[in-house]
């Protein structure tokens, strides 16, 4: 195989197939395909910073495999709850559900909420870092039986649905997670074509 080839797999580490498959489209437009990569080995520090959990993760996780990879970590922000559980949501959600949400915010009118995305995408010599938001509010019941986690409480802004009676590709169009990994294939694509330009495309070849 020539040197400067450019393979354009990115292996994605996480154990959550809806994720994956959100994924999956996005970095299909931006002309990279995605491998799921048991995240078994993902360190995860504790942070109030989901950035930083993800930065971490995809450096430790680099350290080892040292293949184009990409980290994603989000959470869902309760306005009412200051935050909460903002980046404990997996913590929460295996604890107490949705149905933990509705019922802490059971006499509350104040249902605004975002879910926040961090993603870090290292593909050498660039490590790449997207933040992505929406907002909008929690339902007083779960509605929709698609997606995971917290999507059947969460209607985001301009939309009646939740995120769990979407589709994929609906989802897509409003996803916290959508705009972050958007973000990053777009930078990505970017800068392997500079890459070539200039000549340093070896260093991101990786076989
Ligand atoms: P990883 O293996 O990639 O870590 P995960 O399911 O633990 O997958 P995150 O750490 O990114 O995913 O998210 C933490 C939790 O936040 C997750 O378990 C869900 O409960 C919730 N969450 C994150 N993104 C969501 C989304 O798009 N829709 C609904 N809930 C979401």
């Keep these: 195989m020539p040197n400067n080839t450019v393979k354009?797999?990115?292996?994605?580490?996480?154990?959550?197939?809806?994720?994956?498959?959100?994924?999956?489209?996005?970095?299909?437009?931006?002309?990279?395909?995605?491998?799921?990569?048991n995240d078994a080995e993902k360190m995860e520090i504790q942070s109030n910073d989901l950035l930083e959990i993800a930065k971490y993760a995809a450096l430790h996780a680099y350290a080892k495999i040292g293949k184009p990879l990409m980290v994603e970590d989000a959470g869902l922000?309760?306005?009412?709850l200051n935050g909460f559980?903002?980046?404990?949501?997996?913590?929460?959600?295996?604890?107490?559900?949705?149905?933990?949400?509705?019922?802490?915010?059971?006499?509350?009118?104040?249902?605004?909420?975002?879910?926040?995305?961090?993603?870090?995408l290292i593909h050498e010599p660039f490590i790449i870092t997207c933040i992505g938001e929406t907002t909008g509010y929690i339902t007083t019941s779960p509605r929709g039986n698609r997606g995971f986690g917290f999507d059947p409480i969460f209607v985001p802004n301009d939309?009646?649905?939740?995120f769990a009676e979407m589709t994929i590709n609906e989802k897509n169009m409003f996803s916290h997670r959508a705009k972050a990994v958007e973000c990053a294939f777009k930078k990505l694509r970017k800068m392997t074509e500079l890459g070539l330009k200039t000549g340093i495309s070896n260093s991101i070849d990786d076989k």
């Design 159 to 162: 939309s009646s649905k939740t």
């Design 8 to 37: 354009k797999t990115i292996y994605f580490l996480t154990n959550n197939i809806h994720k994956y498959e959100e994924v999956k489209p996005i970095a299909e437009k931006y002309g990279f395909q995605i491998e799921m990569c």
């Design 85 to 120: 559980p903002g980046p404990y949501s997996s913590y929460v959600f295996k604890t107490i559900g949705y149905q933990g949400i509705l019922k802490l915010l059971e006499d509350t009118e104040e249902r605004k909420a975002s879910f926040r995305s961090a993603v870090v």
């Design 77 to 80: 922000f309760v306005h009412a």
